[in-house]
Each structure stands twice: as C-alpha cells, then as structure tokens.
C-alpha cells in the first residue's frame, strides 16, 4: 500500500547483499533493486529491447545490470541503454531507504 507520497515499500535493505539486485512486485510489474557502493537504485524489471525480464544476483558491471536473453546492459542510476541490442531506456524509481525497509516512488 502506498504512503501519501505515492511510496510503496517492497524490500529489507538486508535482503540484497552489496553488488546484487534482487526484483519484486511493484504496481502491476515487477522493479529490480539494485545494491551498489551502498546505495540503492530501482529500475522496471524489463528489458527495453524484448520485454524479457532482466538478471537478479550479481551486477554485471559497476552500476548496470544485464538482460540475460539478448546481453543489453542498463545503467541502474539513469536507465539509459548501455549497449546494443536496447537503444531505448528503461524506466528508473525513486528509492528511500528508511530503516531497514526499502520504498519505491514513481519518478
Ligand atoms: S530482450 Fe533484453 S537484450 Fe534482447
């Protein structure tokens, strides 16, 4: 359920081990919290290229994760495509940790 600014929470901060990410149900889809340098970052769990799901565990590089079907690889702070095959971005939330519970916002 989600607070009066638009806020849904979906995670314990400890269930995503540093450098992972781990997804969960948010709206009526799915978000992929991402763990890195001990920041948070979510993004749709949906990759832009052929709406196949994108990869849970270990980051692939620094700040991206990767679509395990094609190989695209998204920057989890801005979204944006960082190799081919997605040119197009996929979407990025906003993430406050409070306490050890992890909320998503609409952008
Ligand atoms: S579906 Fe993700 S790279 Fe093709």
Request: proline share 6%; charged share 25%.
């Amino acid at each position: 359920m989600a607070d009066r600014d638009g806020f849904e929470k979906v995670a314990q901060a400890g269930e995503i081990p540093e450098g992972e990410s781990r997804s969960y149900a948010y709206g009526d889809g799915e978000v992929l919290v991402c763990r890195q340098n001990g920041e948070f970052f979510a993004v749709e769990n949906m990759c832009s290229h052929a709406k196949s799901p994108l990869a849970t565990g270990p980051v692939a590089n620094e700040y991206q994760v990767k679509c395990p079907l094609h190989g695209a690889r998204f920057d989890v702070r801005s979204g944006k495509a960082m190799c081919l095959p997605a040119v197009m971005p996929i979407k990025t939330f906003l993430v406050e940790q409070r306490g050890e519970d992890i909320w998503i916002g609409k952008q």
